[in-house]
């Protein structure tokens, strides 16, 4: 019996040590690395945000120029990699002879469409690089993301998309106007059903510059804490620990937020 009683001793610690470790690696975040992921995707967005807020205008817009075209490139290259046929997301038949103009304008830019990987990606990036860099310029011109920036925006990109797409095509000035208010007209639709169906926020432009801290700081779980206690942007350059603590957040993150805001001195100027 004491034999035995030896022998379960080890399966005894065995066991114990292997929980200690599953709850330690619970304990330092590895029970959910998605999560983790997520947070440092937010946190490096809010980051780049912040950073671009405060660059010149044509910085702005060349920075999201160029991130909008890689996305776009990106997505036109998957999808022409994923379509059947050698690339070609739609079958194309070739044109018949003597083709009317605006026939073959209409043909060519089917045939952009239905292209490979790389006029799919091409087409895309120019698409989406000019929508994210007119809607960045005019988001700084109007001050603010509406309906006319937004069908400015989808005017230029489907322009820039039909000269592209439709290269060697006659009219190309025209085909470019067409395609553009086409694309102004679908994405003004889009953009006023959005308004008419989303819910107006109109407190949180007072904590726009703490959710930005705090979302670079990785700590976007205590938003709510700011807003149960009116720490709004103004209050930023006064929050002292006792605040901080008010509003129930531990000392960890109260310590970050303090020296963080020590450091930037765009948030220890009072409005």
């Not at 070739?94 to 790389?118: I, R, T």
């Not at 705090?214 to 807003?227: A, P, T, V």
Request: glycine share 12%.
């Amino acid at each position: 019996m004491e034999g035995a009683k030896q022998k379960r001793r080890p399966l005894t610690v065995i066991a114990s040590s292997s929980s200690s470790q599953v709850a330690a690696a619970r304990g330092m975040g590895m029970a959910n690395p998605l999560a983790e992921l997520s947070d440092r995707f937010k946190s490096l967005e809010a980051g780049l945000r912040a950073w671009l807020a405060k660059q010149p205008t044509h910085v702005e817009a060349a920075v999201s120029t160029a991130l909008g075209a890689v996305q776009g490139g990106a997505l036109g290259g998957l999808m022409g990699t994923l379509a059947p046929d050698g690339g070609a997301a739609f079958p194309v038949p070739p044109p018949p002879p003597g083709a009317d103009p605006k026939a073959l304008a209409s043909f060519k830019q089917a045939q952009a469409l239905a292209g490979g990987p790389l006029v799919q990606a091409r087409n895309f990036a120019v698409m989406t690089g000019a929508n994210a860099g007119i809607s960045c310029v005019m988001r700084r011109i109007r001050g603010v993301e509406d309906v006319q920036g937004s069908m400015a925006a989808a005017f230029g990109s489907g322009a820039l998309f039909s000269i592209v797409s439709g290269m060697g095509t006659p009219n190309p000035v025209a085909n470019a106007i067409t395609t553009g208010v086409a694309f102004a007209v679908f994405q003004g639709g889009f953009f006023m059903i959005g308004q008419k169906f989303s819910q107006p926020q109109s407190e949180d432009t007072f904590y726009s510059r703490g959710r930005s801290m705090l979302q670079e700081l990785g700590l976007q779980n205590y938003e709510k804490n700011f807003k149960k206690g009116l720490l709004t942007d103004q209050t930023l350059p006064l929050l002292t620990d006792s605040a901080l603590r008010d509003v129930k957040i531990p000392p960890g993150p109260r310590l970050l937020i303090l020296d963080h805001i020590k450091r930037d001195p765009e948030l220890t100027r009072a409005d």
